[in-house]
């Protein structure tokens, strides 16, 4: 048979309901500077440490990274107290999130995640074949309640980012521990806690305690945040030592770059470099909320390195606030994929980039 005459091969039909991940913008035309708050990035960058790992390797690129990730994942577990056996590492979070929607659920099983949750749960989900339940909120905070009742014979897999990402807020030690004493024993719970060092409650945990003990949960963590390696895509997660074996059959071999694997070690002992980090964050993500707040704005309270303020009851109100930051260079990210049309979400900058959202925020509300 002539093979042009055959038909062009077809993915599966349920991967055309994905709506593809955007991220925030990172550049505009024409400019020299931007400041640029639409991607949760660290406000202080990276360890200098971390910066020279990395460069120290530059002759060493030519060498495959080590496929276990071994140093890396001993120093997590020096790190944190935990067993380096039971830690997989990862391409950032992201593949992780892709691993255990993947390996645990399936076509004609369930996924849940909340209505405002991150968007790669959604999408890790639906590329697994699996069905998407998405739970409503409660005051744009994880709902528990709602989420028990949303769960099924079918149920296999619960996202819950814990602080969330976009709104800032987070689920109690409490909380979650109710939440998994009633979940049946045949679903993982998994804890994203890609924010969990910004957060300063007495009532919070990332995960460390249940992951450590309970067989049904898993911890994710990124070097991402607080650790300013965005750009390296370095994550890892924790759980029990069946979740981690079937995570290390399914991964990437070789998924952490050799440089990448070297600066987050280095990251992880430069403990001054990540005190600096939080103690930034713990003063001017209020400045940054009380000044918006001043403006007449509604700015939801939030724990991470971001704020998500509501410029009305339009979605147009929004999109104008962000194309008049825009027009100051400023960038922001625009919340319509999470189901907020109404609101931006700003990260937490330097005092200089923080001051100039607040001036040209005023400048907004003055011209309306």
């Known amino acids: 048979m002539n093979a042009k005459n055959q038909e062009a091969p077809l993915a599966h039909k349920y991967l055309f309901d994905i709506a593809p991940y955007v ?28 910066v020279a790992a990395y460069r120290a390797l ?28 039971r830690i997989v590492c990862g391409t950032g979070s992201d593949e992780l999130i892709a691993l255990l929607a993947r390996c645990y659920a399936g076509p004609g099983d369930e996924v849940i ?26 005051n744009l905070t994880a709902d528990l309640d709602a989420i028990l009742a949303a769960v099924t014979p079918r149920t296999r897999v619960i996202f819950l980012a814990n602080p969330n990402n976009p709104t800032g807020t987070y689920v109690s030690r409490d909380g979650v521990r109710r939440l998994h004493r009633e979940l049946p024993k045949n679903c993982i719970l998994v804890l994203d806690a890609a924010y969990a060092e910004f957060v300063a409650r007495n009532d919070y945990e990332p995960g460390l305690e249940l992951a450590a003990s309970e067989p049904n949960v898993v911890m994710l963590r990124t070097f991402s945040k607080i650790h300013a390696l965005a750009g390296l895509r370095v994550g890892w997660a924790y759980g029990s030592a069946a979740v981690a074996d079937i995570l290390n059959r399914t991964r990437g071999t070789f998924n952490i770059a050799l440089p990448a694997q070297a600066a987050a070690v280095a990251s992880l002992a430069d403990t001054e470099s990540l005190h600096r980090a939080h103690d930034h964050n713990n003063k001017w993500r ?4 009380d000044e918006i707040r001043k403006l007449g704005l509604e700015v939801n309270p939030g724990v991470a390195n971001f704020v998500l303020v509501k410029f009305g009851a339009k979605p147009k109100d929004a999109e104008a606030a962000r194309e008049f930051l825009k027009s100051r260079f400023i960038l922001v990210r625009q ?6 049309p109404e609101h931006l979400r700003i990260t937490v ?12 925020l005023t400048a907004f509300v003055g011209t309306k």
């Not at 995640?113 to 909120?137: K, N, S, W």
């Not at 209020?286 to 909320?289: D, N, Q």
């Not at 919340?335 to 907020?340: E, Q, R, S």
């Not at 200089?352 to 959202?357: F, T």
């Open 349 to 360: 900058g330097t005092e200089d980039e923080n001051r100039a959202v607040v001036t040209a």
């Open 58 to 85: 530059a002759d060493e690129i030519f060498r495959y990274p080590d496929g276990g990730s071994v140093e890396l994942r001993q120093a997590i577990a020096a790190h944190f107290g935990v067993d380096a056996d």
């Open 113 to 138: 995640c909340t209505r405002h949750g991150f968007l790669m749960y959604p999408i890790a989900a639906q590329a697994a074949g699996a069905d998407l339940v998405m739970v409503p909120e409660r």
């Open 335 to 340: 919340m319509g994929a999470y189901n907020l």
């Open 286 to 289: 209020p400045w940054l909320e």
């Open 23 to 50: 991220p925030g913008e990172a550049k505009i035309g024409g400019a020299e500077r931007v400041i640029r708050l639409a991607s949760n990035e660290s406000a202080l960058g990276p360890s200098p440490k971390a």
